[in-house]
């Protein structure tokens, strides 16, 4: 795709005003050991939105529980040995939940995955910047926001992306690998019955030729 010079323009004003905003990752990729559970909290306030969405990468049959619980000890979501997951909701009061990442139901394997939060709180830091920011046009200061978020979605979604394609690419290069011993193993099992009937074979005939 072809950018036109404008948005270019737009696009390297916000890199070199708000860099900070670039490099702050909100996709991170953590492991649970076994036997363990990773917890993490947010606050919220009324109205907020927040999408969550998570994948496991390596590890055991790639799964891992979720849930999301108020400070009330409120059970807002949850989903039982999922290797993927997506969720979004709308805070319906001011308050702090906490999302865990549980890999207590295995006693081996340690699980690798990679999760993205998006919360208010990079709305938030993007307008305030914006408001700190002296001496460029309120239209371009919306087409800088708009950009904002656009980088933002697209860097979420290609680590997401990234981390699914190397979920699948291991469960592929796994099945390959347990197709070609499979198939090494029933050759060697075919030579060896073949080899038998030939003995067999013999033996039979030289049986009969001595009667």
Known sequence: MIRTWPTLLLLSLFIAAFPSYVSSFNAFTITIAAHDKQCFVEKLK?????????????GGDLDVDFWIISDDNRLLYSSHKQSTDTYGFIADRDGQIEYCFSNQMT???DKVLTFIFEGPEERVKLMEQ????????????????????????????????VARERAHRNTAESTNSRVMWWALIESILLIGVCLWQVYYLRRFFEVKRVV
């Not at 907020?48 to 990468?57: A, G, K, R, T």
């Not at 700190?132 to 950009?147: K, N, V």
Request: hydrophobic letters at 35%; a negative charge.
């Open 46 to 58: 009324h109205g907020d939105p927040v999408d969550m969405s998570y994948q496991v990468n390596e």
């Open 107 to 109: 006693s081996v394997a």
């Open 130 to 161: 914006l408001d700190q920011t002296e001496g460029i046009a309120e239209p371009l200061q919306r087409e800088i926001e708009h950009l904002a978020n656009g980088l933002r979605a697209i860097r979420d979604e290609q680590s997401y992306m």
